[in-house]
């Protein structure tokens, strides 16, 4: 079924499409252990909220054509009962603007069974001009002179071909692709959540004016034509080099504009030899580098790395010599090069961060186990790895 808005339609025909692109939103995600006074919220989180309605604000700002968010805007399937009031408090300041939304569900907001309901299932009843696609299947959304092709996140990797095979392209007009998953050229980036499917590379075709993908959070052009606009906020400390935000798309320019959105800011406090340094000396140097940083609105995160340092540099280290430098951030990650070994150790377990897939991976090629019996551990033990890092991640929080 083609869907069409009717909507504010973009002035001046073909010539003034004009659409934000933004996806990973994460609505929900919490992480730390700092809590919000007033509401005893774990601060990440709320602070996650604030930053999606600020960054909705300034979109609005923008006048754009639409907004297509490229999945993920829920941590969960099940999402939090304050992450879905957010997203449907943005949802309104956009239909109150008059700017039509076209979002996809990604891999962790996509009920993974037919017979789980889906937290878009809500949207269908805001009159606010939102296209939501979450049902399995490849929908065609028509807005103006430009037709949005969304394919969601789906149960099989196989489906993808098979829904993308369905599109109907606009023979007089533009068109937009929109899905979420990995692009096979980025497959040494994946992140081993559930349900992490990868884009075949001849779906990337130059035959769409722009296609919109979610799921990497970096700002990454993987075609001419192709983007990740990367996620808004920093979802763990590996992605500390990764551009944030958005996109700004003008399609009848074919230009592409990067868009800064608000959201936690992760600093990289560099390393630390610390060879001859005691472990008192260490935590000094630590909290000398936090002393320095530029003061900011809201606390940041921070991560160092202790280059050289024995295994038990963190055990010995006096906790009070940092506490003062943790209280003026939101996270302090220390993460430990040992002498002799190319992966750092961060000093506290972070799910988002460690990517135990490759671990057990690692583990296994260690057992000389026979070949027949390798693939079939490591394919059932990677499953059962995923199916766990979801529970942490996802269900296992408190709503």
């Excluded at 996620?231 to 551009?243: A, L, M, V």
């Excluded at 430098?325 to 961060?353: C, F, M, S, Y």
């Excluded at 026979?370 to 996802?394: C, D, F, N, W």
Aim: charged residues 25%; contains cysteine; proline residues 6%.
């Amino acid at each position: 079924m083609r869907c069409t808005f009717m909507g504010r339609m973009p002035t001046g025909g073909m010539s003034g499409m004009r659409i934000v692109h933004v996806a990973d939103s994460h609505l929900g995600l919490s992480a730390f252990h700092r809590l919000e006074p007033e509401t005893g919220m774990n601060l990440r989180e709320k602070l996650i909220y604030r930053h999606f309605l600020s960054a909705v604000d300034h979109i609005i700002a923008l006048r754009p054509d639409a907004v297509v968010h490229a999945g993920d805007i829920f941590h969960s399937v099940r999402p939090k009962t304050m992450a879905y009031t957010t997203a449907l408090e943005a949802l309104t300041r956009l239909g109150d603007a008059d700017i039509p939304l076209l979002v996809i569900a990604g891999n962790h907001d996509m009920a993974k069974s037919r017979y789980t309901t889906s937290p878009f299932e809500v949207l269908d009843y805001l009159s606010a001009p939102i296209h939501a696609a979450y049902r399995y299947r490849y929908e065609p959304v028509d807005l103006g002179d430009t037709r949005f092709h969304l394919i969601p996140n789906l149960l099989q990797a196989t489906q993808y071909r098979e829904e993308y095979d369905r599109i109907e392209p606009l023979r007089s007009g533009r068109n937009v692709l929109v899905t979420h998953g990995l692009a096979t050229t980025l497959r040494d980036y994946r992140l081993n959540t559930v349900m992490e499917h990868e884009i075949d590379a001849t779906m990337l075709s130059p035959d769409f004016d722009y296609i919109a993908l979610g799921h990497f959070h970096a700002r990454r052009q993987v075609a001419d034509n192709a983007w990740y606009c990367g996620s808004q906020e920093y979802c763990s400390y590996g992605e500390i080099r990764d551009g944030k935000g958005g996109l700004l798309v003008d399609l009848a320019r074919g230009t592409v504009e990067p868009v800064d959105l608000p959201c936690t800011p992760m600093v990289d406090l560099g390393q630390v030899e610390c060879g001859d340094l005691s472990p008192r000396q260490v935590g000094e140097e630590i909290a000398g580098r936090v002393a320095g940083m530029a003061p900011g609105e809201e606390p940041p995160m921070a991560l160092v790395t202790l280059s050289g340092a024995d295994r038990k540099t963190l055990q010995a280290m006096d906790p009070g010599v940092l506490q003062e430098a943790r209280d003026r951030l939101l996270d302090l990650r220390i993460q430990v090069k040992a002498a002799g070994e190319g992966t750092p150790l961060t000093e506290r377990h972070d799910l988002r961060g460690v990517n135990y897939v490759d671990l057990f991976g690692e583990y296994l090629r260690g057992q000389n186990l026979p070949e027949r019996q390798h693939r079939y551990v490591l394919e059932k033990g990677s499953a059962v790895i995923q199916q766990v890092m979801a529970g942490k991640g996802e269900e296992d929080e408190p709503r």
